[in-house]
Each structure stands twice: as C-alpha cells, then as structure tokens.
C-alpha cells in the first residue's frame, strides 16, 4: 500500500505539473482575440511542448528512480519508475485532447474519457483482487493503470477530432509565449503537488522503514477522503479558468470577483455537510475504504478533515490569479507555501512522531489560507461576508428547489394550453 501510493504520488506529480506547464497558457492564447486566426498554430505549439517535456521527464524518471527509490527507501519503487515510461507516452495525446477540448467548453467529452479511463481503472482492481488474487501485483496493476489510460486517450481523441487541427504548424514565438506563461504556473502546480504530497515523502524520510510505511499508508487512506471532498473544488476551477480569461476580456473585474465568491460560496455549502459527516464518524468512513487495519488513521482523518473547508480557496486563488494575468503572483506564493509546509512536517515529525505530518497540516492550512486571502483582497477585491452570504443563499435554492420545479412545470404547461388555444383559433 505504501509504495503505491508513493508511486502514485509522483505519477500525479508529474501529470498535474505539465497541465500546469500546458494547460491554462494553451486555454489563455486559444481564447485570446490576438490569436483568433492562428488556432492550429497555438495547438502545434502546445503539442511540441508537451512532447518535449514527457521526453525530459522520461529521462528524469530513467536517470533518478535509483536515488528516489532509496530516499523513500522503498526499493520495490524502482521497476514502477522505470515502467512508468510507458504511461508518459500514452498521456502525451491524452493531456493534448483534453487541453483542446477545455478551451472549446467540451466537458461532456472529457467526462466520459475519464470515467472510461477510471471505470477500467477501478474494475480491473475489483476482478484482480476477488477473483484472482494471485496476480494481484504492483507491476500488474501499472500495466492496468496504462491499459485504462490508453482506452480513455482514443476516446479523448475521437471526442476532439473535429477540434484537432489537420496539419503541424511550426511558430517559434507562440511557443515561447506560451512556455513563458507557462513556466509560472508550471512551477506553480509542481509546489502545490509537493506541498500537498509531503506528508508521504517527510514521512518515509524521517521515520524508521518500517514506522514510515506503516504511516504513508494512513495518510494515503486520509489523502483518499480528502480527494473526494476536493472533487467540488477541482472541477469549478476547471471550469472557472477559460470563463474568467473571457469574463475579464469583456466584463472586466467586477464579474471575476462575483464569479470567485459566488464559486466558493458553492463549494462550500457542498462540502460543509460531507465534512461534517465524516468528524463525526470517522470510523465508519476508513473501515469501508480501507478496512480495520488501518485504525490508526482515524485520529488523522477527524483531526484534519474540518480544514478541508480551507481548501477550495486556494484551488480557485490559483486558477483566479491566472486568469487575470498574475501567474507571477502565484508562483510565489505557492512556492513560499512549499517551503513552509517542508518546514513545519519536518519540524513537527521530528517532535511528535508519525502524527506530526496532522499537526503540519492543519498549521500549514491556517497560515496559507490567511495569505491568500489577504493577496484576493488586494487584487481581485473579495469580500468574506459575501462568500457566507452565497453559501447561505445555495442552502436556501436547494430547500425552494422542489418549489422552482413544480412552478417550472406549472408555467410549462400553461404556456403549452395557451399556445393550443391560439393554434385552434387560427
């Protein structure tokens, strides 16, 4: 369990990393007026990158596997890295599909890519680990995870076909536009998934072999809970980032601070109940997911989980700074952000044993949280009140929504008997 999801780790590392590095400049110049004429060059531009960056991290992953594998000292790390190779290959079209089919609103698209892609995932472990446990086996389930990830990539592809362009068109300067934006928020994604990450690498690190593995995998299984609640978060700034690059552009930045309260007003109103559940039986949520085993992470899971309502404001302060121009901004915050939560785990493992990496978090969280919103405040002009005000609001739709909905159907049909009787008297 630990060296999976240490492998996981890094994998995830990597692929949010160059989303960061391609994503949001590709989304930014595809959307830019400037560029209205020159799409297929913006995509050519966006796959040359891509392709150069999996081949460097090819030969990261080749070259340092040995070094990692025995940091973390996990030697069962090292055979996972060098195969690893082959999921780079396979997620270079299918980080390419999904970028163009963001900047084109294609959501439905790439929903069904990655529940195919995950559904796969997910089924193959279940027919593995019931039915035939013998091969139930971390290279196995690699060669699972790249299987998955190649049926999810030629959906991608016939889902963005249209979009594609039909021929490569080689411009040197939208290439180093987009690498110069881009930098930012590539180094912005790799210290946020480090910071986020480093509970498992401090962790392996500082304690003994055996104490450090035995608590990676209870913060895996939190990590886990934790995912789940930030699906709310991930998704709207996903969605949010090519909206406010075009709200900024014609409504100007009134509408982006409406839409970054409004979004996290949202969230929140989603989240607050599934955290709350999950204090109050904290148990019950890591015996189903990871059984009784992994008793000790219950303390971790109730200790940590209220600070998930923190969260959603540093996934849309990143996504928000980006979109109105300040990936500077963000790059150092967030690297700043890295340092501090290297420091506190470190500090804190080191004094209270395998909990510190809890005690970390909820420090790192408090202090972050503060930073951004006093960098929101000056730059975009956020308001707190507003963001309970929407919260309290969202609670209030969802308790009138059955209300809304007979009346909808109630106008619905009157129109409709309205619009017979006409058709009769004509």
């Known amino acids: 369990m630990a060296v999976w999801a240490m492998y996981l780790t890094i994998l995830n590392i990597f692929e949010m990393v160059k989303q960061g590095l391609l994503r949001n400049s590709t989304i930014k110049y595809f959307s830019s007026p400037a560029h209205a004429a020159k799409k297929d060059e913006v995509q050519s531009s966006s796959l040359a990158l891509n392709v150069a960056f999996s081949a460097f991290i090819i030969v990261l992953f080749l070259a340092l596997a040995p070094l990692v594998s025995s940091l973390l000292k996990s030697p069962a790390l090292l055979p996972l890295l060098w195969w690893s190779v082959v999921f780079v290959i396979v ?7 999904e970028i163009i089919m963001l900047a084109n609103y294609r959501f439905n698209n ?3 890519a ?6 796969l995932y997910f089924g193959g472990i279940v027919l593995l680990f019931f039915f035939f446990r013998e091969y139930f086996t971390l290279m196995n389930l690699l060669i699972l995870q790249v299987l998955s990830l190649f049926v999810g990539a030629v959906i991608m592809y016939y889902g963005s076909q249209s979009l594609l362009m039909r021929r490569f068109h080689y411009d040197l300067d939208i290439i180093k536009d987009i690498f110069r934006f881009g930098r930012y928020t590539f180094g912005t994604n790799l210290f946020s998934n480090v910071a986020r990450s480093l509970d498992h690498f401090v ?3 500082v304690l003994s072999p055996a104490e450090g593995k035995t608590y990676v995998a209870f913060y895996n299984v939190v990590s886990r809970v934790n995912n789940l609640i930030d699906v709310p978060s991930l998704a709207i700034a996903d969605v949010l ?8 552009e014609k409504d100007g930045m009134g509408k982006v601070k409406y839409h970054f309260e409004r979004m996290t007003g949202t969230i929140l109103a989603i989240i607050i109940p599934g955290s709350l559940l999950i204090f109050i039986f904290p148990q019950l949520i890591v015996y189903i997911l990871a059984g009784k085993q992994y008793d000790g992470a219950v303390y971790i899971l109730q200790l940590t989980i209220l600070f998930s309502i923190i969260r959603p404001i540093g996934y ?4 928000t700074l980006d979109a109105i121009g300040k990936p500077r901004v963000n790059f150092w915050v967030t690297g700043g952000y890295l340092l501090f939560t290297l420091l506190v785990n470190y500090i804190c493992l080191s004094q209270f044993g395998g909990i510190g990496a809890a005690y970390a978090t909820i420090i790192v969280y408090t202090l972050s949280s503060w930073v951004m919103i006093v960098i929101l405040k000056k730059y975009v002009h956020i308001e ?26 109630n106008g619905s049909s009157k129109s409709t008997a309205e619009g017979a009787l006409k058709g009769s008297d004509r």
């Open 91 to 97: 997620l270079i079209p299918f980080n390419h599909c």
């Open 110 to 112: 790439i929903f069904w």
């Open 114 to 119: 990655y529940f195919i892609r995950n559904g």
């Open 203 to 205: 962790t392996a690190n």
């Open 241 to 248: 980032y090519p909206k406010n690059v075009e709200t900024l």
């Open 316 to 319: 849309l302060f990143g996504s």
């Open 384 to 409: 707190l009140r507003k963001i309970g005000q929407y919260t309290l609001q969202t609670y209030a739709d969802i308790i009138n929504l059955p209300r809304t909905i007979i009346a909808a159907r």
